[in-house]
């Protein structure tokens, strides 16, 4: 039997693949080398406009996950899966450039393990490390499995054979030096994501004729429906059947907990930020960045809502079907497939091969940081010489590529990756933006308080999962991840403010640049903020962008 | 970008050149452009239009990134980014 995954790439879309690969191997080399040029490379870097840096912002976030899961989440649930960039990511960037980054960048807190241990000392600080270390082993199966399906789609290998060669080929690409140039890269390949998927939104749209051939069909496709048109309220997308909880549930699990908790915690995502030269060009990136953030679903979760009409396979599956095989995941693959002529099936392919090379990458590289410096050296062998955590950094990345491809397996295993990642976001996320919040706005809390927060959050979020899976309630949709979500906040606050009650807080002294009560003004501000004109001032763009998205949220309601 | 770091006047400072990240854009996204538009020109089958709907896509859409690249290159090529020497104060003239 023929695998329907199964996509015809030709002689040339392997060319085109190939040429990609090739240019960001001779960066990666370049970068490694640190001839003049590349020095210049990166300096060149440096003096960029805020604009890249914005772009190399979204792009570290634009991988896998995301484009298979949120045209997975179109095809299965429709347009309220705008949510989780107009409700979720963009106000959360707006949050994290206005409030969180002149703190971030005035106290010179460069990451938020360092935050931890420098507020709550090593209890919060070990707990907060093995989260983010399992965190990360876990999304980055993700990132392996979608991978791996890129390749089965395209040789036709078992999953198990395809996970191994894509993680060996990770492997080798982080090692020849690939994230060196990790911002370059990232912009890269941001042209050829949006190069890949601008032509497959209109050749799809232009298939199924055009916005009201899709409107119609939506409409009437089995498993469709008019509520998949329109943003709000998103019952489907919630699984909660009254109209005010899912609102609900959508405005605070997910816009609230999930998406300020992943945007403002993420150093990954930070660092971009911190890479600038100026209070004021860092938070101008994650602003800058939700400008393009509000138009990519354009090109991602449109192309699921065209596969799930289009798609004989996506089609099926919503009509309640068996999909000959395939799941939602498989939905932009399909629809690849299914309308991309040889050539720019290429195209989208080294566009997507990059973006889940490139997040696999970036979570076995910062498990690999937290591993030999936050973990090994800090909690286990203290006082060797710096090439001794270079050789566990080393067996970390390989160790942690092993585990991935168990991990891989996991993700494997849920229909609807985003509902997945979602979780897992409850998990780790929602209990740590709480004690950020918390330990950085309210100086009273104490180091204890850190920790057993955290830790009881997060047993909060896996509580409510299991009883979901359990039977106990049903939530069908994302709405379990989200009420998990909510949960680990809520617990997390509660357990934290009664810890801190009963046990003594941190001497004042000790809390400057860690607690925004003490850290003083100058800390906070750019001197030379009044002198940029209006469309550099991070406050007036940020005031822009919030109203194109409230306009967002209104035309597409 | 032929010369060596001993062979540079150390004080002059020159364009980013090829190390600017927006002619590597611009060369990559052109070079898919021109396949596309060979492409579209050489190899368009009736297969190829049933999946796109009619539509000669590899030509269309490698007109349009032909048009970005060369876009990029001018704009990288018009409003350069200078590496000073100093290594320390990269350049303020940058394009925005």
């Known amino acids: ?557 | 970008m032929s010369d060596s770091p001993e062979s540079r006047p150390s004080a002059v400072p020159r364009r980013a050149g090829v190390s600017d990240v927006r002619n590597v854009i611009g060369a990559l996204i052109g070079f898919y452009g021109v396949v596309l538009v060979v492409m579209g020109v050489a190899a368009d089958s009736a297969e190829d239009r049933a999946k796109t709907g009619d539509v000669n896509a590899n030509l269309w859409a490698g007109l349009a990134m032909l048009v970005f690249g060369v876009l990029f290159v001018l704009w990288a090529w018009l409003r350069p980014v200078i590496v000073e020497p100093d290594e320390t104060e990269p350049a303020e003239d940058s394009p925005m």
């Open chain 1, 1 to 557: 039997m023929e695998d329907p995954l199964r996509i015809g790439a030709s002689f040339i879309d392997y060319v085109l693949v190939a040429v990609y690969f090739a240019v960001v191997l001779l960066i990666g080399l370049a970068a490694r080398r640190r001839i003049s040029d590349s020095l210049d490379f990166f300096l060149a870097g440096r003096s960029l406009p805020a604009w890249i840096t914005g772009l190399a912002f979204i792009s570290a976030n634009l991988g896998a996950v995301e484009i298979i899961g949120m045209s997975a989440n179109g095809a299965q649930y429709g347009m309220p899966t705008m949510h989780y960039y107009w409700i979720g990511a963009v106000p959360a960037m707006l949050f994290l450039g206005v409030v969180m980054m002149p703190f971030y960048y005035g106290s010179k807190v460069r990451s938020v393990p360092e935050f931890m241990l420098r507020r709550f000392g090593t209890g919060a600080h070990l707990v907060n490390a093995l989260s983010f270390a399992l965190a990360q082993v876990l999304i980055a199966g993700i990132n392996l499995f979608l991978l791996a399906s890129v390749v089965n789609s395209l040789l036709g290998w078992p999953l198990w054979v395809a996970l191994v060669l894509a993680a060996a080929i990770v492997l080798s690409y982080i090692t020849l030096g690939g994230l060196s140039a990790a911002i370059y890269n990232e912009v890269l390949q941001f042209f050829v994501i949006v190069a890949a998927l601008l032509p497959l939104t209109l050749i799809g749209l232009h298939r199924v004729g055009g916005v009201n051939g899709l409107i119609d069909k939506v409409t009437n496709a089995p498993g469709g429906g008019a509520e998949q048109l329109n943003s709000w309220p998103g019952n489907e997308l919630a699984g909660f059947g009254s109209s005010f909880l899912s609102v609900l549930g959508i405005v605070f699990g997910l816009g609230f907990v999930l998406s300020f908790g992943y945007w403002t915690t993420n150093f990954v995502e930070v660092q971009r930020a911190m890479a600038t030269n100026s209070m004021s060009a860092a938070r101008s990136t994650p602003i800058i960045g939700s400008f393009p953030k509000m138009f990519i679903p354009f090109v991602v979760v449109i192309p699921g809502m065209i596969a799930g009409v289009l798609v004989a396979e996506t089609a099926s599956l919503k009509a309640g079907g068996d999909g000959s095989g395939t799941t939602y995941n498989d939905a932009i693959l399909l629809l690849i497939r299914d309308v991309l002529p040889n050539g720019l099936l290429g195209v989208a392919l080294a566009g997507l091969l990059a973006a889940f090379m490139a997040g696999m990458a970036a979570n076995v590289s910062a498990f690999n940081t937290v591993f030999s410096f936050d973990l090994w050296q800090r909690y286990v062998k203290k006082d060797r010489p710096d090439d001794y955590y270079l050789k566990v950094g080393r067996w970390a990345t390989v160790g942690a590529t092993v585990l991935a491809i168990g991990t891989a397996f996991i993700a494997s295993g849920y229909s609807n990756l985003m509902t997945y990642l979602q979780t897992l976001f409850g998990f780790f996320n929602a209990p740590l933006f709480a004690t950020f919040i918390l330990g950085m706005f309210w100086k009273r809390m104490t180091a204890t308080a850190g920790w057993v927060g955290l830790v009881s959050g997060t047993a909060a979020a896996v509580t409510v999962w299991g009883l979901n899976e359990g039977g106990v309630y049903n939530l069908p949709g994302q709405g379990a991840a989200f009420v998990a979500a909510g949960a680990a906040f809520v617990v997390d606050v509660v357990v934290s403010v009664l810890v801190s009650k009963a046990t003594a807080p941190k001497p004042v002294a000790e809390l400057a640049g860690l607690v925004y009560s003490e850290t003083p003004k100058e800390q906070r501000t750019d001197p030379a903020a009044s002198r940029l004109p209006w469309f550099r001032s991070p406050v007036k763009l940020a005031g822009i962008s919030l109203v194109l998205v409230v306009a967002l949220n209104v035309v597409f309601r």
